[in-house]
């Protein structure tokens, strides 16, 4: 099957410290917490027109301190709290490996962030158009993969745990307060 030109575009979002509370390797779904405006935020990106990518790094599933039904569980009720707010992610992926731990079968070491590999599975699965998508995240490491996917409009909130961007990396990535602030310079 031939695919015609991609004309979807999406926004590519961090979970942990973008989207919800930053928990040092959160494996209990009861201390999932939106962070604030994240809800109608994401219902204003998706009546845009975007679809809706939320990837996370999991290495605490590599280091033995929760498995992948843990992060399972962790993103189920990241949905229904979305979903309080009309809000439906249309994919959820994670990479579980860590460079320092050894890979598993079926693991992808190019899922890590900042590799591509989930970005790219995103945009393949979903038909996607780098240059109409966008990127939100609490790290630099999340914006350098979209980046590296073809993905130019970035931003870095200041909700999470940032490292401010280098002065060439301020070149590509605009730094902003959260999730609500990016929306709003998306929408502009």
């Given at each position: ?7 979807r ?7 942990d ?7 040092e390797?959160?494996r209990?779904?009861?201390?999932v917490?939106?962070?604030?405006g994240?809800?109608?935020a ?5 009546r ?29 009720r ?10 439906a992610?249309?994919l959820m ?8 731990f ?5 693991w992808?070491?190019?899922?890590r ?11 393949e ?29 970035n ?34």
């Open positions: 099957m031939t695919r015609g030109r991609r004309q575009g999406a926004a590519f979002l961090d979970r410290g973008t989207l919800i509370e930053e928990r390797y959160l209990d779904p009861e201390q917490v939106l962070l604030p994240v809800g109608p994401l219902r204003e990106l998706a845009a027109g975007f679809g809706l990518v939320c990837l996370s790094n999991q290495s605490g599933v590599a280091r033995g301190l929760f498995d992948e039904s843990d992060v399972a569980r962790v993103n189920a990241l949905e229904r709290l979305l979903a309080a707010h009309d809000v992610l249309d992926l994670y990479a579980p490996s860590h460079p320092d050894p890979l598993r079968a079926g992808d070491a190019t899922w962030k900042p590799e591509t590999g989930m970005y790219l599975a995103a945009i699965r979903l038909d996607l158009e780098p240059a109409r998508s966008v990127a939100i995240g609490d790290a630099v490491r999340d914006l350098e993969a979209a980046r590296g996917a073809g993905i130019t409009r931003y870095l909130v200041r909700s999470g745990h940032p490292v401010a961007p280098s002065p060439e990396q301020h070149a590509w990535i605009e730094v902003v307060d959260d999730v609500p602030a990016a929306v709003e310079r998306i929408l502009a």
